[in-house]
């Protein structure tokens, strides 16, 4: 570009921003101020509050702090009753869903005392139920006890005065041992003057004397952990030891199983033919059933036959049954007096007594 040119962009420019500068310099020499509305600039009032006023809202407050509590705890009132009134319900539930659970049970007991017959004397407790019945067999004077054990402490087997080789006679063992009832327990042995159970024998758990193989007509019947009957043969201690055997005795021989007859051998069904019996068995709700039998002799001539007392078994409704020892032996004691009529005259002493505590 040639000079000229240049100088005639140069004007040209300088004629453009002229009004511009003149206007700047116009703006400097003159004396311009702005005004502004006061309305622009509003101004707070900073006065302190009137007391009786800043009073006033602070009670304003607190009245609907007190109403909002009020609310709150009618609130609470009313979640408090629907929280009593739906825990009622639901124990009233539970209540039912127990009774309804229990009925088939109280049915069953209903029938199996409906064939023992109307309860001579009951004893009920928070331990056990039991029930002492007079039986109207025809050719012996026998009784039953139906027993329903609840815990774990109400039934035990004692031995006499608490000792091997000791003895004592049923009512002896109830007094000593403050319970309600008694019934003699399995057999014994006589020697050195002492009287020893018969083959096994559990108290508490410990066997007493050791454990011995069930052999021949032998049986052991005892209760377990769970008070449940449990008997029959054992030919090792692990085999009983599987049933966990609490207490228990031993004698001969087993009349019931499964609620069918089992086979009494020769010697049984003649030595004695006849005699006062005690037979311990279960029911399929775990209640115990004994049944005793009044004899006058351990000649054979009077009292009931193991067939006789497998026929009351089945009749009553018993599970299994268990023969214990009988004649002279044979005892049963309720609520501290003596029920059956004891063939000897007078209760003998013996080495091992079933025992109820109420």
């Not at 027993?147 to 035990?156: F, G, R, W």
């Not at 609490?246 to 199983?257: R, Y």
């Not at 009292?303 to 005892?331: C, F, H, K, P, V």
Request: with cysteine; glycine share 10%.
């Amino acid at each position: 570009m040639s000079s000229a040119s240049i100088r005639s962009v140069n004007r040209t420019l300088l004629l453009a921003c002229t009004p511009f500068l003149g206007m700047l310099i116009w703006m400097l020499v003159a004396d311009i101020g702005i005004l502004l509305p006061s309305a622009s600039f509003p101004m707070h009032d900073i006065r302190l509050e009137d007391p009786s006023v800043t009073a006033g809202i602070v009670h304003e407050g607190l009245d609907q702090a007190k109403v909002i509590a009020q609310g709150t705890g009618q609130s609470l009132k009313k979640q408090i009753t629907l929280y009593k009134k739906t825990n009622a319900d639901m124990k009233t539930i539970a209540s039912l869903a127990s009774t309804q659970a229990a009925r088939p049970y109280q049915i069953y007991d209903r029938r199996i005392t409906n064939k023992l017959g109307k309860p001579a004397a009951t004893i009920q407790s928070d331990k056990l139920q039991a029930q002492l019945f007079y039986l109207g067999t025809q050719n012996f004077k026998s009784y039953a006890l139906k027993i329903k054990l609840k815990k774990s402490d109400a039934m035990k087997l004692a031995l006499g005065n608490d000792v091997q080789g000791g003895a004592e006679t049923t009512l002896a063992a109830v007094k000593r041992n403050n319970a309600a009832i008694g019934v003699n327990a399995g057999g014994f042995a006589d020697s050195g003057g002492k009287r020893y159970p018969l083959s096994t024998t559990v108290v508490d758990g410990d066997y007493i004397g050791g454990f011995h193989p069930t052999y021949k007509d032998l049986f052991f019947v005892g209760v377990n952990g769970d008070n449940k009957l449990i008997g029959g043969k054992f030919a090792s201690k692990d085999q009983l030891d599987a049933l966990d055997p609490k207490f228990g005795a031993s004698f001969v021989p087993v009349l019931l199983q499964n609620g069918r007859k089992t086979e009494i051998p020769s010697k049984w069904q003649t030595s004695p033919k006849r005699a006062p019996r005690t037979v311990i068995g279960n029911y399929k709700d775990d209640q115990i059933l004994f049944l005793v039998v009044d004899g006058y002799n351990e000649k054979g001539s009077s009292g009931a036959t193991l067939a006789e007392m497998q026929i009351l078994l089945q009749r009553y409704g018993a599970l299994d049954g268990y023969n214990l020892d009988g004649g002279g032996s044979t005892s049963l004691v309720f609520n501290g007096r003596v029920i059956n009529n004891p063939s000897d005259g007078n209760l003998r002493k013996l080495p091992t007594n079933f025992l109820f505590f109420k």
